[in-house]
Antibody, heavy 119, light 108 residues
Framework: EVQLVQSGAEVKKPGESLKISCKVS????????IGWVRQTPGKGLEWMGN????????RYNPSFQGQVTMSFDKFITTAYLQWRRLEASDTAIYYC????????????WGQGTQVTVSS | DIQMTQSPSPLSASVGDRVTITCQAS??????LNWYQQKPGKAPKLLIY???NLEPGVPSRFSGSRSGTDFSFTITGLQPEDVATYYC??????????FGPGTKVDIK
């Protein structure tokens, strides 16, 4: 069974750093993209970027380029999304999702990680 | 940039009704459109990909179609468990994924 299990909710202060995770199982980690999606009440669902563990290729939404960093650890089949300096506007639910190599659909999703940034 | 608009929102219908949601692209996108269902407090779930194709395991009462830049998502025989927000999603070759604003469906 394909599973993507995300790390728990986070409460942070502006300026702090954060790394959230997405542990996958049930398929070959190296042969599917992992995508990240942000959800906020104001802007809805926004695609942030994809990373391909097979060759480390990354594709960022220009709106998020430079704001976040995607990475992975092949040995523990886990993908990460990282911020160096959080802002209040980063408050959102973040989802990881699996995409086939052609990358046209998000066919399995994690349960989401709530990130709250507040002073 | 390609813009996606969805209608109607919200939508209220009775159990057993045929419900149709429309997503319009601002320019020709071929069949590059998916549909997702999101229930309250849950992650989105893929239902239809490439405009027409039913994702494995998804009930056959869900279907998708296309006419030019207009895409339709239909529930034939609305069930209580179909209460959710439905999103269209365009993808292009960058890749770049753009979600529509969503259509909330509830039961009358």
């Amino acid at each position: 069974e394909v599973q993507l299990v995300q790390s728990g909710a986070e409460v942070k202060k502006p300026g702090e750093s954060l790394k959230i995770s997405c542990k996958v199982s049930g398929y070959d980690f190296a042969t599917f993209w992992i995508g990240w999606v942000r959800q906020t009440p104001g802007k809805g669902l926004e695609w942030m970027g994809n990373i391909y563990p097979g060759d480390s290729e990354t594709r960022y939404n220009p709106s998020f380029q430079g704001q976040v960093t995607m990475s992975f650890d092949k040995f523990i089949t886990t993908a990460y999304l990282q911020w160096r300096r959080l802002e209040a506007s980063d408050t959102a639910i973040y989802y990881c999702a699996r995409l086939p190599r052609l990358g046209r659909k998000m066919d399995h999703w994690g349960q989401g990680t709530q990130v709250t940034v507040s002073s | 940039d390609i813009q996606m608009t969805q209608s109607p929102s919200p939508l209220s219908a009775s159990v057993g009704d045929r419900v149709t949601i429309t997503c319009q692209a601002s320019q020709d996108i071929g069949n590059s459109l998916n549909w997702y269902q999101q229930k309250p407090g849950k992650a989105p779930k893929l239902l239809i990909y490439d405009a027409y194709n039913l994702e494995p395991g998804v009930p056959s009462r869900f279907s998708g179609s296309r006419s030019g830049t207009d895409f339709s998502f239909t529930i034939t025989g609305l069930q209580p468990e179909d209460v959710a927000t439905y999103y269209c999603q365009h993808y292009d070759s960058l890749p770049l994924f753009t979600f529509g604003p969503g259509t909330k469906v509830d039961i009358k």
